[in-house]
């Protein structure tokens, strides 16, 4: 009679088979850490972007963009909808500029006396750099390393005005437009321009590593006819679709105007899932607020071409809006 003896270890194919399995697993951890540090970066930006609308918000009154004193226009004059945008004020504000990026809004500056003075508008373009300060983020300070080894970093300072600088790699613009909504037939008794005490809403839209040099380089002409979003026009070099129209990216309508809610033009996209069954390629969207009018350029809507195509902004990656009542001037205000 034989006697089965324990077993007093594991076969080789018992080893080779717990290889194969701890290498799929392996792979498939690795292959996930990618796609986690891409996620991570993107938090990152969504989060500094919350930071950036929202102190925008505070830092808009605060700076007298709600005041209207405190305002003054290109060579477009004024309107129902202002758009502060401190590229558009580098390149020089001029007028084809402002209305062939923000059509039917005006490009408001404020003026170089003060943010705070009730002096009359200077002769020429006002200056940016007010504007460009308010408009960037501070939260990538730049410093050099420190003296000896042990020696913490030391944080870096313009020679010029003693201004502690930054990469900027947040930035934003403002748009104050009246909230009134009257529709335009004579006599209207509604001045066109928003003026203290009037409702009007606050829009702060952040950026991330927006081209800060050459306005026209970002935005692109969109159509929207109710479900998706087409791009009217080749995709830039470098860029992919899924870059330019995806959760979080901001477009503006200069087709609101005073019938038709102009405190209404920003919309930001909330989800975003690409069709490449389709030519041109369309993406299908929903929006966290009010979406844009329909301006496809299949719709009768535009057969008398009385709307103009979207403008979605390059590198937008949030929004935030709130309802202000306009200030007037005042000794606490001069």
């Not at 870059?243 to 503006?252: K, L, N, Q």
């Not at 299908?284 to 902004?313: E, H, K, M």
Request: glycine residues 8%.
């Amino acid at each position: 009679m034989m006697t089965t003896l324990p077993r007093r270890g594991i076969t080789l194919m018992e080893v080779l088979i717990a290889i194969g399995i701890l290498a799929v697993g392996l792979t498939s951890v690795v292959s996930l850490v990618p796609a986690g540090q891409s996620q991570a970066a993107r938090a990152v930006i969504l989060d500094r972007a919350a930071a950036t609308v929202a102190n925008g918000l505070q830092d808009a009154v605060t700076y007298g963009l709600t005041r209207p004193d405190s305002v003054t226009f290109d060579a477009n004059g004024s309107g129902p909808v202002w758009v502060f945008d401190p590229v558009v004020q580098r390149d020089g504000g001029t007028t084809a500029l402002t209305g062939n990026i923000f059509p039917n809004a005006a490009g408001a500056f404020l003026k170089t006396a003060g943010v705070y003075s009730q002096a009359s508008t200077p002769a020429g373009i006002p200056s940016w750099q007010v504007l460009q300060l308010l408009g960037q983020g501070r939260d990538d300070v730049l410093v050099s390393p420190g003296a000896g080894a042990d020696d913490p970093p030391v944080n870096r300072f313009d020679p010029n005005n003693g201004i502690r600088l930054f990469n900027g790699r947040m930035t934003c613009l403002f748009s104050v437009a009246r909230a009134d909504n009257i529709p335009p037939t004579p006599p209207n008794l509604i001045p066109a321009s928003p003026a203290s005490g009037d409702v009007a809403k606050l829009t702060v839209v952040a950026f991330h590593n927006r081209n800060l040099v050459e306005p026209n380089a970002g935005w692109l002409p969109v159509a929207f006819d109710g479900t998706t979003l087409r791009l009217q026009g080749p995709l830039p070099s470098g860029r992919t679709l899924k870059e330019i129209i995806r959760p979080g990216a901001v477009i503006y309508d200069p087709n609101k105007t005073l019938a038709t809610n102009q405190y209404l033009r920003w919309s930001q996209v909330l989800m975003a899932s690409i069709d490449d069954t389709v030519t041109p390629t369309a993406v299908y969207v929903t929006f966290a607020s009010p979406p844009p009018l329909i301006n496809d350029a299949n719709s009768d809507a535009i057969a008398d071409g009385t709307f103009l195509p979207l403008r979605i902004l390059l590198d937008s990656v949030g929004m935030a809006e709130q309802m202000v009542v306009l200030e007037g001037s005042g000794a606490y205000s001069k």
